[in-house]
């Protein structure tokens, strides 16, 4: 058992390799770079689903509006002050960082836990994107609140999609990431031209006189869609804070912040929050006004946009879908022996396109981006604990490399001990993470501090 | 010189995706007229911006 851990541990580091090193300083890249990334990055299929769920979960406009400032305002901070002053003090990616905090079971546990969570993400791009092909052989989308598949025919759209997005992205997942670049301005514009053609529907009238009046009537009413939570303003923006919570405050994106030259470009997320987790997000609400509130980003993009606007909804879950089924891959690549790229990731495609046939992944899709956020964050919260607060307590740090430990049970005590407690607090799930935050950085150090003392 | 005229081809369709909204929503431009711009643009923007990316490697 142990040898065939440690087979794995060994496996698990080779596919790592090529960024074991920490990033030299002629690798650094400049600011407009991460502008551009960060721009293009968050302009998602997912995104057609997040704005429209919105209108039907009765928010009013200016509690939307306000809660997106605030809340992408807060990911922005997150992503400064938590995560790019760790990459650049660092220049390690999460992976060589946690394996050196939590020793590398720990880590193992963690990319499974990521590939599958990715799986269900790239599922419910999927199932986005064929709300769109479904307009094109007539196939109904299943209504609001289903869970299982309505049809033979949304089955079979799925499988069909899943197995020609699975097979590209074995057949060349750089060549896509190419394409990826082309679709990204293009898609965003869907977002907007939708948006402007779908007011004169709603009424708004040339001069934007009435324009504030339908929002408030029309469009974000107040009044939540039947089997809907109504949200306010604190439910807007903490989802807007959380949306991209594995990122920031769970530190997965110093992979990308490694390459910084200054912690000050965490700033720079801001070109991708407010463009793509503000802007877009309100196209859509406004999209899905239009058609009636009825969930079905095929059907709204195919009203305010036409066949241009179906082809929309399709890429962007195609080319969102992609690097999710290889970053998938990637971390399943861990557990599967000597298996070649192209076979890891058909088992990551086939098990996305199993749960893609569930309707449920996108239908609470809301739900599901608190819960991946909240599975993820303890990891966060520990290797800020390490990072900061353990040279001001004079805790040992890096004792997990230090002492050579396959398990760093602390640690992997804390991660599940807080998501038990998060999963029991009595209130609402976009709420829980923040406390459980706390109760991870608190007891992390608490634990690690009275191990020194024993 | 031909990269150049492939961007400004791609920027030109990527304008126009812009516009017609812009115009239908003002009303000088009908429901179908803007629709068959908008999916005309978007057809040129993929062939000038894939067309460029590919002279630009």
Known sequence: MALRFADIAARMDRLYEFDREPVAADKLQSGGKFAGLFAGEHVAATEFVIGAFFVLHGVTARDLLLGLLFGNLLAVLSWTFLCAPIAVRTRLTLYWYLRRIAGPGVTLIYNIANAFLYCI?????????????????????????????????????????????????????????????????????????????????????????????????????????????????WHILFFAWFCNLAMHVGLSDLALFRYARRWTYGLYTAFGMYPGHMLAWVCSGVMVAAIGREMHPGMMAFEAASWAGVAGVLLAGWTTANPTLYRAGLALQTVTPNWPRWKITLGAGAMTTILACFPVFFL???????????????????????????????????????????????????????????????????????PGYGIALVSYTVLMASRRRT | MIKRLFWLGALLSLGICLAVPVLYFAGTMNEGGYKLAFNLASAGWFVFASLWLMKRR
Request: charged letters at 10%.
């Open chain 1, 121 to 233: 993400l790239a599922g419910a791009m999927i199932s986005v994107s064929a709300t769109a092909l479904g307009l094109v052989f007539g196939i109904d989308v299943p209504k609001l609140g289903s869970v299982l598949p309505n049809s033979v025919g949304w089955v079979l759209l799925i499988f069909v999609l899943g197995a020609a997005f699975t097979t590209m992205a074995i057949l060349g997942f750089e060549k896509l990431s190419r394409f990826a670049q082309v679709c990204s301005p293009w898609i965003f514009l869907v977002f907007i031209a939708g948006a402007v053609a779908a007011l004169p529907k709603l009424g708004v009238q040339t001069n934007l006189g009435n324009l504030w009046e339908v929002a408030t009537t029309k469009i974000w009413n107040g009044v939540a869609a039947a089997g809907q939570d109504k949200f306010g303003f």
């Open chain 1, 364 to 434: 609470k899709l809301l739900d599901y981006v608190a819960i991946y956020g909240l599975i993820l964050m303890p990891v966060g919260a520990i290797v800020f604990a390490e990072h900061w607060i353990f040279p001001l307590l004079k805790i040992e740090q890096y004792q997990a490399e230090k002492r050579g430990w396959a398990f760093n049970w602390t640690a992997l005590i804390v991660w599940i001990g807080t998501l038990a407690v998060c999963f029991a607090m009595p209130i609402h799930l976009f709420f829980r993470w923040l």
